[in-house]
Antibody, heavy 123, light 108 residues
Framework: QVTLKESGPVLVKPTETLTLTCTVS??????????VSWIRQAPGKALECLAH???????FYNPSLINRLTISEDSSRGQVVLTMANMDPVDTATYFC???????????????WGQGTPVTVSS | EIVMTQSPATLSLSPGERATLSCRAS??????LAWFQQKPGQAPRLLIS???TRVAGVPARFSGSGSGTDFTLTISSLQSDDFAIYYC??????????FGQGTRVEIK
């Protein structure tokens, strides 16, 4: 059974760095068909991709946020960690980690989602 | 960036009615399109990939069509469990995935 679970602080102050952890089970982060993305959803806004980790293809970042984001992985613990620096109230959102699966179409599909973790940025 | 535009923003229908949701890409994405369903307080759930392939366990009343820039999600006969927000997402432009703004299907 594939599961992803996000963890991290509910409240951060402006200018602080946010650290979120995604713990996965039911698949391996070293599987060449797999990847994990961090995606956020601000209230009333569209879903926005932040960063991706792929076992085969490496790491990618949203160009508009690249200077603030770092994604890392610990395969032995089944975890993918996202850090976002210099948090601002506009970063208030629910943050999801999502599995990417490389399917027969030769593209990655976002097939399993974590429940999401809400983050509020406020002083 | 490929911009995904969904219409309408809200669809007010009664149970048993047919729902037709549209999604348009700002440039051709072939059939590299997915549809998701999201209920309040829940994560999005993948319904369809490849524009028309239902994920295992998704009821047959959900169908997807289209290619290139214009896509449709049809729910043939709305059930109470189907009232939710639906998002389209392109994955053609790897890894710069983008989502539409969503269509809310509400009970009339």
């Amino acid at each position: 059974q594939v599961t992803l679970k996000e963890s991290g602080p509910v409240l951060v102050k402006p200018t602080e760095t946010l650290t979120l952890t995604c713990t996965v089970s039911g698949f391996s982060l070293t599987d060449p068909r797999m990847g994990v993305s961090w995606i956020r959803q601000a209230p009333g806004k569209a879903l926005e991709c932040l960063a991706h980790f792929f076992a085969t293809d490496g790491k990618f970042y949203n160009p508009s946020l690249i200077n603030r984001l770092t994604i890392s992985e610990d395969s032995s613990r089944g975890q993918v960690v996202l850090t976002m620096a210099n948090m601002d109230p506009v970063d208030t959102a629910t943050y999801f980690c999502v599995r990417n699966y490389y399917d027969s179409s030769a593209y990655y599909i976002l097939d399993y989602w974590g429940q999401g973790t809400p983050v509020t940025v406020s002083s | 960036e490929i911009v995904m535009t969904q219409s309408p923003a809200t669809l007010s229908l009664s149970p048993g009615e047919r729902a037709t949701l549209s999604c348009r890409a700002s440039q051709s994405i072939s059939i590299n399109l997915a549809w998701f369903q999201q209920k309040p307080g829940q994560a999005p759930r993948l319904l369809i990939s490849g524009a028309s392939t239902r994920v295992a366990g998704v009821p047959a009343r959900f169908s997807g069509s289209g290619s290139g820039t214009d896509f449709t999600l049809t729910i043939s006969s709305l059930q109470s469990d189907d009232f939710a927000i639906y998002y389209c997402q392109q994955y053609s432009d790897f890894p710069r995935y983008t989502f539409g703004q969503g269509t809310r299907v509400e009970i009339k």
